[in-house]
Every structure is written in C-alpha cells, then in structure tokens.
C-alpha cells in the first residue's frame, strides 16, 4: 500500500500526489515501502517536490518509470526490467552520502542530470540489459557501469572511481561526446564505440588514472589526460587520439599489443613502456610486446622513450623531444622528422632497425644505433648531424647520409648479393673505425663521400665497384681498396710513424687526383 491505496497483486498501476489527496505546487509523493508485481509509473505532475525515494523496490521483470525529479532519502535499491527516470535523480543531499542501485534486464534510462545538485557516495547499475545516458551529466563518488552503457547525447562523468564494466557507445543516429573526470581510477572494461552511432570524443581528466580492458577504442577524437594502462591487446582508431601522460601494459610479461589506426595525429606526450618509476631496465617496466600506427595519419613522440619489443610506424614520424626507443625490432614505413630544434634519436634493438621514409628533412640533432642487432637504411636520404652506427649497417637504396659527423663502428653491407647499392656520405668527418669493413659480405655498387672534410679508414678494408673519396682520406690502419674504378683527392696516413700502406686494387680505372702523404707520409703505396 501506497498512502492507503491498495494494489492488486500483478496489475499495472500509477501513484501520483493527487491520487493521495494531495495537490499543491509544493506537493511530494514519498515512496515508503511498496510491494510491487507489475509495471509501476511514478509521477508527481502537479508539484514541485518531485519523489522521494527512501526504499528499496522490488519488482523483477517488469518496468518502473518515474516521471518526475527524484531524490533519494536513503539508500536505495531499484530492481525492474526497464527503469526509466524522466528527470533529475539526485541524493537528497551531497554530505548525506546515499548510494543507489539499480538491477535491470531491460534498459536503465537517465534522461537528465545524475547527482548534479546532490551527489551519490554510489551510483551502481547492474544486470543483463543496458544503460542510456541522455542527461549530459553523472556525479556519484563510485560509478559502476556493470552493463553496456549507451550516450544518447554527450555527458560529462564526475568522481572519483568510474567503471565501465561492459562495451560503451553511442545511441544510433547520435554523435555524442563523453568526458570521464575521474580523480582515482577510470576504467573500460569493454569495447568503446563498436556499434551504434559516432561518439565524437572520449576525454579523460589529468587526475587519477585510466585502464584500457576492452580491446577497441573507437572515437573521432581521444584525449587521455591522465596515465594509461593496456589491461588487453587494444586496437585505438579515431582522427586524433592523444596520450597526455605515460601509456604501459599492466604487467610486461603479458606481452601486450596496441595497435593505432589514425586518420590524423597520434600524440605520444609521456613515455611508453616505462612503468611506474619511469625508469628503463626495472623491474616496474610496463614495454608493450608490439606497437604499430598505420599508414595515412602521424605520430609525435614526445615523452623520451618508448619500450615495446616490435614497433612499426607506419606513418610520419616527429620527435619532440630526445628520444629512445628501446625494443626488438623497429620500422619506419614514412618519414621521420624532428618536430621542433634538434632531437636525440637513440636506438636499443637487439634485432633490426629499419629506415623505409626519408629522415631528418627537419633535421635530427642526432642519430644513435645500438651495439646489438643491425640497421637497415632502404631510404635514398638521411640526415642527422652527427649519425654513429654502432652496429652493422645494410644499405638497401642509392643512399646518401648527410652531417657533420657520420660514425661507423661496424660493418657495411648492400643488402642485396648483386651490388645494386650505392652509398654516398655528406659530411665534415666520416670516421670508418676498426670494425667498420667496407662490403665485407656484399659490396656496394659504389661508395662516394663528398669534397668538404676527410674521410679516416682504420679498418682496413673497403670493397665497392666505384670508390670515389672527393674529400681528404687519412688512413688510420693498412687499407686496402678493392673495385672497378677507385678515384682517390688526397691521401696521407695519420702518422708517418705509424707506417701506414694503400694499396689498391682496381679492376678498371684508378685516378689519383691530389697529394698522397703530403702531412703523413705512407710507408707504402701500390
């Protein structure tokens, strides 16, 4: 019974504050403790105290409708099929901590604004159906969205925890956005934006956190704020999608993957892979298993490192920042640039590196490869001012390297058995230390440094079908030069005490065009 009224057990009914006798402007209906058996309506149309709601109300497989503003005097606990509040549902007031729950097999509707003028300490929506949000704001300390939520318009969520524990999207034929303001953690333990309309933005504050479970992220635009954890393979698509602090997987032995299909930019502000600390090689690293972009869009990297064991940018590539990227294998498919002075690129593979675009038409500061694994150079240009190849370099197009300085610790090598590559360095210094033979394992088509500079061998060996040093060569250990044609500026050793000998052995053609062992005289010359 409701204020005396009686209901009969399984039929429909609707309570009002005039059925009790009561109809003012300040009119309120209370619910105190109804016993429910079918499809119940709510409504307070004649006042202005809307519904007090202070009990808990049972009614499994049948829907209840409230169409007026609500407001919570307690805890309360709501089960039906479809629950539908018309107006505002709020606390009673935000000190008094209330907590509401809601269990449905059919859809929970929230057509306007939750807990805007009396926050919830809990707002929990559970059961097989669904959520629809169209009231543009939630504020409920704890938000548990345990089934699939549906935006019917953009809403903005306010709290301190906000779980999504189902998939995410937006009401067909809408384009809402949703901004989550979470202060403690944001979680998406489902899909977002598989099905359904456009959600054209999903926002998260810089407070708190946000965990990424659900394997898709689809949004026009993705800004997240705050740090972001990979809790599953994830595939990111949008126009523009924005990582504002540090991204990791959960845990790295999980080998987590993330893949970002961007029509526009991928920002990358915090570093990748890195774990709480923020330092590479602990214990704490969150490194991906593989990161990838696709083609069509751009990535800036900004935030200093980045850790996965497979990385391919398929895209445009910017360095905001010195940057290094630690992993297995990497492959740049586009260009990659500095966006902004002058960038550090260090490289940590133990596998292969690979240049596919062009490099550094906005010029690299500096280029770094690491001792273990090899790099791969498939681009005609690169250009960083000072370049140091710490381990073997494959030169997989007509190539020209373009610095100040150019530094190879380790060998060089056409990447193909037939001699198709050329190789030409632009540089005030080129240094070819020890290690650093020359088509040792497949020569070179040819091999050309330009006139500004010198040119210092101390490996010995250099092997190429047209060797052409148009700068100053100093030999820093015996050298033989091996080819077809070989033309020589100037040559001299670095010491004449250290004896140093050139021979050459050209198929074809030799040119001497300048002065050998003008400053160090060479013991021996043939």
């Not at 929506?125 to 543009?136: A, D, E, Q």
């Not at 370099?393 to 056409?414: A, H």
């Not at 033989?480 to 001299?492: F, N, P």
Request: aromatic share 4%; net charge neutral; charged share 15%.
């Amino acid at each position: 019974t409701i204020g005396g009224l009686v209901k009969t057990a399984g039929a429909d009914l609707s309570f009002t504050a005039s059925s009790g006798g009561v109809n003012s402007t300040s009119a309120k209906l209370s619910i105190l403790g109804p016993t429910l058996g079918g499809d119940v309506t709510f409504a307070n149309p004649g006042g202005s105290g809307g519904i007090l709601l202070g009990v808990t109300l049972p009614n499994p497989g049948k829907n209840i409708t409230f169409s007026d503003k609500v407001a919570a005097t307690a805890n309360v606990r709501v089960i039906g099929d479809d629950i539908t509040f018309a107006d505002t549902v709020n606390g009673d007031a935000s000190g008094n901590k209330r907590r509401l729950t809601l269990e449905s097999t059919g859809v929970v509707a929230f057509n306007k604004a939750v807990g805007n003028t009396g926050q919830f300490d809990a707002l929990v929506v559970s059961g097989s159906g669904s959520t629809l949000i169209k009231g543009g704001s939630v504020k409920a300390i704890s938000q548990r969205f345990l089934n699939e939520v549906v935006f019917g318009a953009s809403a903005t969520l306010t709290g301190t925890d906000v779980e999504f524990g189902g998939p995410v999207d937006a009401a067909i034929a809408t384009s809402p956005s949703l901004t989550v303001n979470a202060s403690g953690n944001t979680v998406f333990g489902g899909a977002v934006g598989a099905s359904g309309g456009t959600l054209t933005a999903v926002v998260t504050d810089a407070a708190g956190a946000t965990t990424l479970k659900g394997g898709l992220i689809a949004a026009t635009k993705q800004t997240f704020n705050d740090p972001v954890t990979l809790s599953a393979n994830t595939t990111i698509t949008g126009q523009t999608v924005t990582f504002g602090k540090s991204l990791n997987a959960d845990l790295e032995a999980n080998g987590r993957e993330l893949k970002l299909v961007v029509g526009g930019v991928t920002t990358l502000r915090g570093a990748v892979g890195l774990g709480r600390d923020g330092v590479l090689g602990t214990s704490d690293d969150g490194g991906l298993l593989r990161l990838s972009t696709e083609a069509g869009g751009s990535t800036f990297i900004g935030g200093g490192t980045v850790k996965a064991g497979v990385q391919t940018y398929g895209d445009s590539v910017s360095l905001g920042a010195n940057t290094t990227l630690s992993g297995a294998t990497f492959r740049f498919d586009d260009t990659l640039n500095s966006a902004g002075g002058a960038p550090t690129l260090t490289l940590k593979n133990t596998g292969t590196a690979t240049f596919n675009g062009a490099v550094g038409n906005s010029t690299l500061g500096a280029l770094i490869t690491a001792s273990t694994g090899s790099t791969v150079i498939r681009t005609s240009s690169l250009k960083a001012t000072t370049q140091t190849y710490n381990n073997p370099v494959l030169i997989g197009n007509d190539t020209k390297l373009t610095g100040t300085t150019v530094t190879f610790n380790s060998t060089i090598d056409g990447a193909s058995a037939s001699e198709q590559e050329t190789l030409t360095i632009n540089a005030n210094t080129t240094v070819l230390n020890a290690a650093a033979a020359v088509g040792r394992t497949r020569a070179l088509k040819a091999f050309t440094t330009d006139a500004s500079g010198t040119t210092t061998i101390a490996n010995g060996k250099l092997n190429a079908a047209t060797i052409q040093f148009n700068d100053k060569l100093i030999l820093a250990a015996n050298t033989t030069l091996s080819g077809s044609t070989i033309a020589l500026k100037a040559v001299e050793g670095d010491a004449t005490s250290n004896n140093r000998t050139l021979t050459i052995n050209a198929n074809l053609l030799t040119t001497l065009g300048g002065k050998i062992g003008e400053s160090g005289v060479l013991a021996k010359f043939t």
